[in-house]
């Protein structure tokens, strides 16, 4: 069983900024993969970042050169920078981590909103 701690989400306006905090914990020593999806009610969830191990990174397309990814491993934490932030980014933010043996776990979310 995975616990996750999340934090960092909010109301911004719009070209604002947000740092988003993933706290995993559980019998797992270190996730192979970590990193946040969104989902907006009605839509399918996506991806925004992941982040492994040897620190390889991916972004969904939307993000443009906007958000930065990072990880500290010891921790089993992961964060995201998040700038330039636009009314379409508003989504609830879910953190993501998969060990080394396939299983994946999610975060119980934490809801972004930008608006003016």
């Known amino acids: 069983q995975v616990q996750f701690v999340e934090s960092g989400g909010g109301l911004v306006q719009p070209g604002g900024s947000l740092r988003l905090s993933c706290a995993a914990s559980g019998s797992v020593v270190m996730f192979y993969t970590m990193g946040w999806y969104r989902q907006v009610p009605g839509n399918e969830r996506e991806l925004v970042a992941l982040i492994s191990s040897s620190a390889h990174t991916d972004y969904g397309d939307f993000v443009k050169g906007r958000f930065t990814i990072s990880r500290e491993i010891a921790e089993n934490t992961v964060y995201l920078e998040m700038n330039s932030l636009n009314p379409e980014d508003t989504a609830v933010y879910y953190c993501?981590?998969?060990?080394?043996?396939?299983?994946?776990?999610w975060g119980q979310g934490t809801r972004v909103t930008v608006s003016s």
């Open positions: 993501y981590a998969r060990e080394y043996s396939g299983r994946a776990s």
